[in-house]
Each structure stands twice: as structure tokens, then as C-alpha cells.
T-cell receptor, first 114, second 113 residues
Framework: DAGVIQSPRHEVTEMGQEVTLRCKPI?????LFWYRQTMMRGLELLIY????????DSGMPEDRFSAKMPNASFSTLKIQPSEPRDSAVYFC????????????FGNGTRLTVT | TQLLEQSPQFLSIQEGENLTVYCNSS?????LQWYRQEPGEGPVLLVT?????EVKKLKRLTFQFGDARKDSSLHITAAQPGDTGLYLC?????????????FGSGTQLTVLP
């Protein structure tokens, strides 16, 4: 089992640029979660999907953030335009039984917006 | 205000010492999970506790869920440098919510050789 795979591992971009983060969940997991981690706020849930359908996006900071899951093996989180305050580590996680069940995290994408 | 408060926030100890970290809330949880996160990696699940008063052991780590299911503790015996990491608790509220799993802010543990 390859685990949850995220790309890129690091992303450095300038303010105003579009950023796309990618995630491949564990095969067979039907829930996918996007989290953001910062020193100030810890781990925050941004959005989660069940069977490729967005269920709860109330954690998405604002309209600059969007997420898609076109199929069971791929999801993207897009920020457009990016701002310095978006700098954080973004994690994707998947699970088999839903929001309360154990999560399997990827190794994250460290985003720096200058 | 965090739903789950973890303490201490930072802990630095010598190899061989024992330690306890805490995860507290005023809310009741149907289950609680503990994760460990190492630098540059995502959190990794250590254990899930579901019953009030439950105690689970994982080698030198002992996890306890409070009787009222509002708090939990993690005790490490004879800590080793490999135990270094960010320890996160995460709870599922008893009352239904779409955003069911909430993470605490974590305890950063450093075990010095």
C-alpha cells in the first residue's frame, strides 16, 4: 500500500499566482479530507469528500480556495490568487469509514507565498 | 478557543524519563484518537479509545480515556529519542456534526539523548 500521495512536497510562489495541490488517496478509501496546518491555528479541516462528492466545505477560508475530486483516485486543492497568509502545510488524508474514523495522512505540501 | 486543549504545549526531557501529556475538553466525545507527527511528515495514528475509562497500551505508551469521555492522557515510560514528535489528540463529538473530527493543538515532545 503506497499510502496517501501528495504533490508537490514544496511549493514557493509569488503573491497573486495560482497554486494547485494534488492528492491521491489510498485505494478503497471513500472519504478524502484536506487540512491546513499552521503554528498559530494547528490542523484545520478545509473540506471533505465522500465518494467524490464534497460534503462539507465550511472550513474553506474564502472564495480564493476551491477543491475538486474528479474521480476516486485524485483530488486537487486550488488557491487563486494566492496570498502570503496562505503559507502553511496542506495535508490530504483519506479514510474508509468517514469523518470520525482513523485518518491516513499524506506527507503534506509546504506552501510558501512571498 | 480550542475544543480540545492539550498540555503541556512543549516538553523537553532526558532519555529514560517518564512523562504524561493531557488532552482536555468540556465536551463529551464518542471516541478519541492520538496521533504522532514527525517533522516533514503527516500525523500517524497511534490509538483510538472509545469507552469511558478505557486504557490501551502500545509498548511503552499508555493511553487512557476519561470516565466521562471528556479527556484523555498519554503516558510514556522510559522515553527514547525516537519518541520525539508532535502528539495530537483528535476527538469525535457525541452530538452529530458534519465536522466531526476535531484536533487539539498538540504537545511538542523532545527527548534528549
Amino acid at each position: 500500500d503506497a499510502g496517501v500521495i501528495q504533490s508537490p512536497r514544496h511549493e514557493v510562489t509569488e503573491m497573486g499566482q495560482e497554486v494547485t495541490l494534488r492528492c491521491k488517496p489510498i485505494s478503497g478509501h471513500d472519504y478524502l479530507f484536506w487540512y491546513r496546518q499552521t503554528m498559530m491555528r494547528g490542523l484545520e479541516l478545509l473540506i471533505y469528500f465522500n465518494n467524490n462528492v464534497p460534503i462539507d466545505d465550511s472550513g474553506m477560508p474564502e472564495d480564493r480556495f476551491s477543491a475538486k475530486m474528479p474521480n476516486a483516485s485524485f483530488s486537487t486543492l486550488k488557491i487563486q490568487p494566492s496570498e502570503p497568509r496562505d503559507s502553511a502545510v496542506y495535508f490530504c488524508a483519506s479514510s474508509f469509514n468517514g469523518p470520525g474514523s482513523p485518518l491516513h495522512f499524506g506527507n503534506g505540501t509546504r506552501l510558501t507565498v512571498t | 478557543t480550542q475544543l480540545l486543549e492539550q498540555s503541556p504545549q512543549f516538553l523537553s526531557i532526558q532519555e529514560g524519563e517518564n512523562l504524561t501529556v493531557y488532552c482536555n475538553s468540556s465536551s463529551v466525545f464518542s471516541s478519541l484518537q492520538w496521533y504522532r507527527q514527525e517533522p516533514g511528515e503527516g500525523p500517524v495514528l497511534l490509538v483510538t479509545v472509545v469507552t469511558g475509562g478505557e486504557v490501551k497500551k502500545l509498548k511503552r505508551l499508555t493511553f487512557q480515556f476519561g470516565d466521562a469521555r471528556k479527556d484523555s492522557s498519554l503516558h510514556i515510560t522510559a522515553a527514547q529519542p525516537g519518541d520525539t514528535g508532535l502528539y495530537l489528540c483528535a476527538g469525535t463529538l457525541s452530538s452529530g456534526s458534519a465536522r466531526q473530527l476535531t484536533f487539539g493543538s498538540g504537545t511538542q515532545l523532545t527527548v534528549l539523548p
